[in-house]
């Protein structure tokens, strides 16, 4: 296989990048959707209309979770059940800087460089050897106990007692004759900025190459001299790192208590699964979507009925292209 073939390969495979994307179809099929239900769906077309905004805020935050997930699975071949409560952790991390009177979004920043530190170390301290000797079995069970302990760590510390922080921009913003609040536009608005970064530097930069190498071939990639645990760390360090952006974007609206992960993670794994397992652009697509079908849906189906639609989502896309939307076939 030649250089330029296995760059396209890993370009595929990592970013959701090839010839026949169905990026077209897919939102040909959403535009189709979207006017039988504003022609017949037999909703006020303002509240659709609200619901879709709402859904598109809230998918762009969806996205930056699954994204963080897709990255560890397809580089390590981990799935990450502790993503939730790495969600979790930063959103406390967070409370704590905004506690001790440091701004909501300072207080973002400073939390992202530290949930990379603890990924890193989580993975070399915890996943390295596993990972390195092939192992599928021990790094599910080492996620879903470090989920477990964080959560328990978080109540000991924090108690079980709902807590929230104050909306650092007040007002809302009218788009299309919808209602938005400024915190969750500027959470979405923040999560398209990561996730471009990210596929930036995932195109464009050595560190980016070396990623995309180790997903596609890990052997190839250790032959020619990259370092497999350093790219193992820092992997894992990113994903943590974009659950840290989508937990302080998020803490301005969300009430935290130590388990308000755990409902993103299902969800992030729908995603993951939808978009296609490894795939940064199928993450996006899929949280996107997801919003959509979850805030649309609420219209016809409230309180938990709207997860039915987003599950019916899921299983026909699974039905009709197992891969996922973006995910090469294995």
Known sequence: MTAGTTSATTSKGLLGISGRSPGVAVAGAIVVIMAVIY???????GLVTQS??????????????????????????????AQGAMLTMAMYVVYALSTAGLPVYLATIIAVPLMFVFGMIVQAALLTK????????????????LSLLIINVLLMIFGGRPQSVAAPVDGSLSILGAVASWPRVIAFVGA????FALTAVLKRTPLGLSIRAV????EGAKLVG???GRVYALTFGIGA????????????????????GEQFTILAFVIVVLGGLGSVVGAVVGGLV??????????YLPGTGSLILVFAVFILVLFLKPEGLYGARR
């Open 52 to 81: 879709v905004v709402s859904g598109l805020l809230l998918g762009g935050v969806y996205a930056l979770i699954s994204v963080g997930l897709t990255l560890i699975f397809g580089v390590l071949g981990i799935v990450n059940f």
């Open 215 to 218: 997903a596609s071939n890990s």
């Open 290 to 299: 997801i919003g959509l079908v979850q805030t649309v849906g609420a219209l």
């Open 241 to 260: 790192a974009c659950v840290a952006v989508a937990g302080g974007l998020m803490t301005p609206f969300t009430s935290l208590t130590p388990s308000v």
């Open 192 to 195: 398209a900025l990561v996730a």
């Open 39 to 45: 022609l017949v769906g037999g909703k006020d077309q």
């Open 130 to 145: 596993l990972t390195v000797s092939g192992s599928h079995d021990g790094p599910l069970l080492v996620t879903l106990g």
């Open 226 to 228: 990259v370092d497999i």
